[in-house]
T-cell receptor, first 116, second 111 residues
Framework: GAVVSQHPSRVICKSGTSVKIECRSLDFQATTMFWYRQFPKQSLMLMATSNEGSKATYEQGVEKDKFLINHASLTLSTLTVTSAHPEDSSFYIC????????????FGPGTRLTVL | QKEVEQNSGPLSVPEGAIASLNCTYSDRGSQSFFWYRQYSGKSPELIMFIYSNGDKEDGRFTAQLNKASQYVSLLIRDSQPSDSATYLCAVHRNQGGKLIFGQGTELSVKP
């Protein structure tokens, strides 16, 4: 069964609105989660590392005030795209590294965001 | 130079043939290497990971790692049309657990 869930799976919004995407770890607690973005025909680009109990760590070039990350609990991280614009339209995917010392990451099913 | 590089393809092979996917990485200190498969519109799914030099086999898949050459590959034997997807090579950075992805190779297996 699924290890990581995301909600919603697809969202269409108007330019200027904010959109919240949830990532849930279903099988284990996660102090760390990762958020990626993928544009069509391109690879996954890491946006930020979500840390439970502390601020997220953003990759270079990612605006922290635009992409708000809240690691609310050991099983939930949220990504809010604030004042979305058409160029923010993308496939947003979270991943969770399991406990137990492996480097493997399990990916959520992704959220397709379309900003009109 | 990109940190992880793959040929974007598309790579086309006939059904039943061996598909060979290649990946190079620039950080010599990288320790863990992963192959993910991604179908169109879906998120990546893990196929294999490899940590040590040499070959690692799992069913029809074989991962090969050569740290001296900073090269990792994935062989798919007896390729099936259902193997048609984009294959992503990923390298684990020791700092912070980040995975760095290559641009992916599109594989097409023709019946």
């Amino acid at each position: 069964g699924a290890v990581v869930s995301q909600h919603p799976s697809r969202v269409i919004c108007k330019s200027g609105t904010s959109v919240k995407i949830e990532c849930r770890s279903l099988d284990f607690q996660a102090t760390t989660m990762f958020w990626y973005r993928q544009f069509p025909k391109q690879s996954l680009m890491l946006m930020a590392t979500s840390n439970e109990g502390s601020k997220a760590t953003y990759e270079q070039g990612v605006e922290k005030d635009k992409f708000l990350i809240n690691h609310a609990s050991l099983t939930l991280s949220t990504l809010t795209v604030t004042s979305a614009h058409p160029e923010d339209s993308s496939f947003y995917i979270c991943s969770v590294p399991p406990t137990g010392g492996t480097d493997t990451q399990y990916f959520g099913p992704g959220t397709r965001l379309t900003v009109l | 130079q990109k940190e992880v590089e793959q040929n974007s393809g598309p790579l086309s092979v006939p059904e039943g043939a061996i598909a060979s996917l290649n990946c190079t990485y620039s950080d010599r200190g990288s320790q863990s290497f992963f192959w993910y498969r991604q179908y169109s519109g879906k998120s990546p799914e893990l196929i294999m990971f490899i940590y040590s030099n040499g070959d690692k086999e799992d069913g029809r898949f074989t991962a090969q790692l050569n740290k001296a050459s900073q090269y990792v590959s994935l062989l798919i034997r007896d390729s099936q049309p259902s193997d048609s997807a984009t294959y992503l090579c990923a390298v684990h950075r020791n700092q912070g657990g980040k995975l760095i992805f290559g641009q992916g190779t599109e594989l097409s297996v023709k019946p």
